[in-house]
């Protein structure tokens, strides 16, 4: 009897102890300030640190200090306030887009321009809205095609812009950055050209309502028909759906609803593993891949900003198996066999992100354990002397030499909200932009 019972109680789980979201979003704020002095005691004044070299990295062999900006807005909501205002300092006396280079106008807009928009928002600093400003007006030609989806790259100086092949996510994630600016500096050109390009990739899905993962901006030809929510799509979804609502735009809240309709008839896939929103046919439907990865972790959050919280909940305890089946997660995984295809993990914010969101509709402590668990594991193995680095390989947990900008504008902003006040920001007053840039509603 004494036997079984000993049994009994060892086959009993033991409850996880109570997050104390308190001492958790202080953890997260003194991690966020041993990134942020690695780089300012490394990599001031320029994009990127690289950690273990103790160096620095520069996108386009120029500096237009992608961390500064995007780290900003979450030194504010932090209320690390001399670390804030000093980095505010840096941007409005240095920060110049005067210079003869030719950028990728995705990420430019998502994290500089994104940036500078809710950094003004939070300190009305207009010398941040002239940057932004500046910079609107040098990405405008890029919009200039036959079809008026943008081309990939815009030379900041010249504004010639090249590279016709580019994909949902660089054609359809502008409308956020560009429409804040129209209603910031009251010049409709900004919201007009984004919301053309939107429209003119929208127009082109496929007759069962997909879109591909890659499109010639200049004929609006489809050159490859892989129909997913992954990286090269993942944003453009979100935007409809962030657009309807920051705006109150009609149209992109149809766009959103039929787009949504599409991915749930043609996408969703249960397997043994969990449910989980796998690879298409734009044309047919016909399932060509069980791939999902760290880049398509964000669609939790954007199901649960829609209101389907059923799918957002499934979705996100499947991202969570994928998570711990290596104790963090890989960018790209076959769900079917949980075999690992890609073994890198640049210190992604989606799943992180879900979380977030899904804490905020549900309450539910189960979403304070999972942010436990990043942030646990985010320390066990990316932490460096200097600041965190990226992995090569979360199997051997070999670690690259690189903290992409992001980590400090997204992965922390998102683990310090999950466990701070709810009245931290003011959830349902703004919406964040796929950089996590927050934005006035």
């Not at 001399?82 to 995705?106: G, M, P, Q, Y």
């Not at 100086?157 to 009251?186: C, M, Q, W, Y």
């Not at 549900?362 to 985010?378: A, C, H, I, Q, S």
Request: proline share 4%; net charge negative; hydrophobic share 40%.
């Amino acid at each position: 009897m004494k036997k079984l019972l000993l049994l009994l109680l060892v086959a009993v789980p033991v409850a996880a102890q109570p997050v104390d979201r308190a001492a958790m979003a202080a953890r997260v704020r003194a991690e966020f300030l041993h990134a942020w002095h690695g780089y300012e005691r490394y990599a001031w004044g320029h994009d990127e640190l690289r950690p273990l070299s103790k160096s620095w990295v520069d996108w386009y062999g120029q500096p237009l200090l992608m961390t500064p900006v995007d780290a900003l807005d979450t030194m504010l909501i932090m209320g690390l306030d001399d670390e804030a205002a000093k980095t505010k300092n840096f941007i409005v006396e240095k920060l110049s887009f005067d210079r003869n280079i030719s950028v990728k106008n995705f990420e430019i807009t998502i994290r500089l321009l994104g940036g500078l928009l809710s950094s003004y928002e939070m300190t009305g600093d207009a010398r941040l809205l002239h940057l932004a400003d500046d910079l609107g007006r040098r990405l405008l030609p890029v919009f200039e095609s036959p079809t008026g989806m943008p081309y990939v790259c815009i030379n900041l100086k010249t504004g010639e812009a090249d590279d016709e092949l580019s994909n949902p996510a660089e054609v359809g994630t502008l409308i956020l950055e560009f429409g804040t600016l129209s209603r910031l500096t009251h010049d409709p050109v900004y919201f007009d050209k984004a919301k053309r390009a939107l429209d003119a990739l929208y127009a082109r899905r496929s007759k069962i309502g997909l879109v591909g993962e890659e499109i010639d901006v200049e004929s609006g030809v489809w050159i490859d028909p892989a129909s997913h929510v992954g990286g090269a799509i993942d944003s453009y979804y979100e935007y409809l759906l962030k657009c309807s609502q920051l705006f109150a735009d009609r149209d992109c809240a149809s766009m959103w609803g039929e787009s949504l309709r599409a991915l749930n008839d043609c996408l969703i896939d249960d397997a043994a593993s969990g449910l989980w929103y796998g690879e298409v046919d734009m044309r047919t439907g016909e399932r060509t891949a069980a791939e999902f990865g760290a880049l398509n972790a964000f669609f939790p959050a954007v199901l649960a900003l829609g209101g389907d919280l059923r799918h957002a909940e499934q979705l996100e305890n499947s991202c969570y198996g994928m998570w711990n089946d290596q104790a963090i997660e890989p960018e790209l995984i076959d769900y079917r066999s949980m075999e690992v295809l890609d073994a890198h993990y640049p210190l992604r914010p989606e799943i992180i992100e879900s979380a977030y969101y899904l804490y905020h509709y549900t309450k539910d402590p189960r979403y304070l354990e999972m942010g436990r668990t990043f942030f646990e594991d985010l320390v066990r193995y990316c932490r460096t002397d200097d600041g965190y680095a990226v992995l090569q390989d979360v199997i051997t947990k070999k670690q690259g030499d690189l903290m992409p900008s992001y980590f400090l504008a997204e992965t922390l902003k998102y683990l310090y909200l999950l466990f701070a006040p709810d009245d931290t920001v003011d959830f349902d007053w703004v919406i964040f932009n796929t950089e996590a840039h927050p934005l006035r509603r």
